[in-house]
């Protein structure tokens, strides 16, 4: 039973540098899907600005190419253009105007999984004589059966990926984001780099571990180089490939001991998407015990993401210190208030509009009873 006179870890704030959230509770990057060149538009703003005011401490908007190569579907959002600069900054404002919570942009470049379809037209390759682009990698090693294969980096392709990150960071700041977060996993750039079944180059950035994490950290040193040092910046990473002889969890804890040395603000812990063969296990809380092992072991801030539905679920995995933050994706576009349900059912803190105060439970009918006055007591605006 939760003890309404001690406010929720769920709600507990957190400082990232000088930026401070008010929860614990993160909007996970979602595609879309719905971009035009790369631009958002107003599809992007109802979506980022429904989600902003929710009431979570950070909304992460999805994954965006530092390049129009870089995009995973030809709808996909970007951020190499001033056009694209304009229209996010739109967006951010939009939140920051309207809610309490910090936005933060998500950077990646797709490698051999760009291309493509978007899901609701079955991922299919689009061949460039179709509109889509050629697919880069570490190495030249298809992403299925029947796709071609990419072609795999030079050296000075590898040096402008890194000014692509370093530029879309720019172009970041410049429309104002809280924070950003490289994307090291599900299979794009980075993580095939990262994986031993994707990059089997025999130069400074392949064979070893070292120098598989070469250019992930490469883009961590680029990106934090150039963006505000009173704002955060974090990773996603895919904790395992699950397959055999793919990156595992034991290399994920040694390239967070590097990004350690590199303060990073927090570590996104997912897994799997280097291929289609990967059998995973899906299961409320799946991907929790690779959080906790790069918590327990790096102490880092970490991000649990995976099947996270339920309040008192989230709760836990907070007080047995599995994880730092609790991210969600899905559950938010089927419950888009999930963090005003939570806080009235724990008995927490979380910012409403204005303009929705009316819609709170204890204001509409005083159905919680006891528990409703003590809420009353604890929420506010």
């Given at each position: 039973?939760?003890?309404?006179?001690?406010?929720?870890?769920?709600?507990?704030?957190?400082?990232?540098?000088?930026?401070?959230?008010?929860?614990?509770?993160?909007?996970?990057?979602?595609?879309?899907?719905?971009?035009?060149?790369?631009?958002?538009?107003?599809?992007?703003?109802?979506?980022?600005?429904?989600?902003?005011?929710?009431?979570?401490?950070?909304?992460?908007?999805?994954?965006?190419?530092?390049?129009?190569?870089?995009?995973?579907?030809?709808?996909?959002?970007?951020?190499?253009?001033?056009?694209?600069?304009?229209?996010?900054?739109?967006?951010?404002?939009?939140?920051?105007?309207?809610?309490?919570?910090?936005?933060?942009?998500?950077?990646?470049?797709?490698?051999?999984?760009?291309?493509?379809?978007?899901?609701?037209?079955?991922?299919?390759?689009?061949?460039?004589?179709?509109?889509?682009?050629?697919?880069?990698?570490?190495?030249?090693?298809?992403?299925?059966?029947?796709?071609?294969?990419?072609?795999?980096?030079?050296?000075?392709?590898?040096?402008?990926?890194?000014?692509?990150?370093?530029?879309?960071?720019?172009?970041?700041?410049?429309?104002?984001?809280?924070?950003?977060?490289?994307?090291?996993?599900?299979?794009?750039?980075?993580?095939?780099?990262?994986?031993?079944?994707?990059?089997?180059?025999?130069d400074q950035y392949g064979g070893s571990l070292e120098n598989r994490m070469r250019?992930?950290?490469?883009?961590?040193?680029?990106?934090?180089?150039?963006?505000?040092?009173?704002?955060?910046?974090?990773?996603?990473?895919?904790?395992?490939?699950?397959?055999?002889?793919?990156?595992?969890?034991?290399?994920?804890?040694?390239?967070?001991?590097?990004?350690?040395?590199?303060?990073?603000?927090?570590?996104?812990?997912?897994?799997?998407?280097?291929?289609?063969?990967?059998?995973?296990?899906?299961?409320?809380?799946?991907?929790?015990?690779?959080?906790?092992?790069?918590?327990?072991?790096?102490?880092?801030?970490?991000?649990?993401?995976?099947?996270?539905?339920?309040?008192?679920?989230?709760?836990?995995?907070?007080n047995n210190q599995q994880a730092d933050l609790i991210a969600m994706a899905r559950?938010?576009?089927?419950?888009?208030?999930?963090?005003?349900?939570?806080?009235?059912?724990?008995?927490?803190?979380?910012?409403?509009?204005?303009?929705?105060?009316?819609?709170?439970?204890?204001?509409?009918?005083?159905?919680?009873?006891?528990?409703?006055?003590?809420?009353?007591?604890?929420?506010?605006?």
């Amino acid at each position: 039973m939760t003890d309404l006179n001690k406010a929720p870890s769920l709600f507990e704030p957190l400082n990232l540098r000088e930026t401070t959230l008010e929860n614990r509770i993160i909007v996970a990057p979602m595609c879309q899907y719905s971009a035009t060149d790369g631009t958002p538009n107003d599809w992007h703003l109802m979506h980022i600005g429904n989600l902003a005011i929710s009431g979570a401490g950070m909304v992460i908007m999805e994954a965006t190419g530092v390049s129009a190569e870089g995009r995973i579907t030809p709808y996909c959002l970007g951020l190499y253009n001033e056009t694209q600069t304009e229209q996010f900054r739109r967006i951010v404002e939009f939140a920051h105007q309207h809610s309490h919570a910090k936005m933060v942009l998500q950077l990646s470049h797709a490698g051999r999984k760009g291309s493509a379809m978007p899901p609701w037209a079955g991922r299919k390759f689009i061949a460039k004589d179709d509109g889509g682009w050629t697919q880069y990698a570490p190495s030249a090693i298809p992403l299925a059966e029947g796709l071609p294969a990419p072609t795999e980096l030079t050296p000075e392709q590898i040096k402008q990926i890194k000014l692509d990150f370093v530029a879309s960071a720019e172009r970041a700041s410049a429309a104002g984001f809280d924070g950003l977060e490289i994307h090291a996993a599900h299979g794009y750039l980075l993580h095939q780099f990262l994986s031993p079944l994707t990059n089997q180059r025999t130069d400074q950035y392949g064979g070893s571990l070292e120098n598989r994490m070469r250019l992930t950290l490469e883009v961590f040193d680029a990106v934090r180089a150039v963006w505000p040092s009173t704002k955060p910046l974090g990773v996603r990473l895919s904790a395992t490939d699950h397959l055999e002889e793919g990156w595992d969890i034991e290399q994920t804890v040694a390239i967070c001991h590097e990004l350690k040395q590199r303060h990073v603000d927090w570590v996104d812990v997912s897994s799997s998407g280097l291929s289609p063969a990967a059998k995973v296990d899906v299961h409320p809380g799946y991907q929790v015990p690779f959080a906790e092992r790069v918590k327990a072991e790096t102490g880092i801030t970490t991000m649990a993401v995976g099947m996270i539905t339920e309040p008192q679920q989230a709760e836990d995995i907070l007080n047995n210190q599995q994880a730092d933050l609790i991210a969600m994706a899905r559950e938010f576009l089927y419950n888009p208030r999930w963090p005003w349900h939570a806080a009235a059912e724990l008995g927490g803190q979380v910012h409403y509009p204005d303009q929705y105060l009316r819609c709170r439970p204890w204001v509409r009918n005083d159905v919680f009873g006891e528990k409703g006055s003590a809420l009353r007591e604890t929420q506010s605006n």
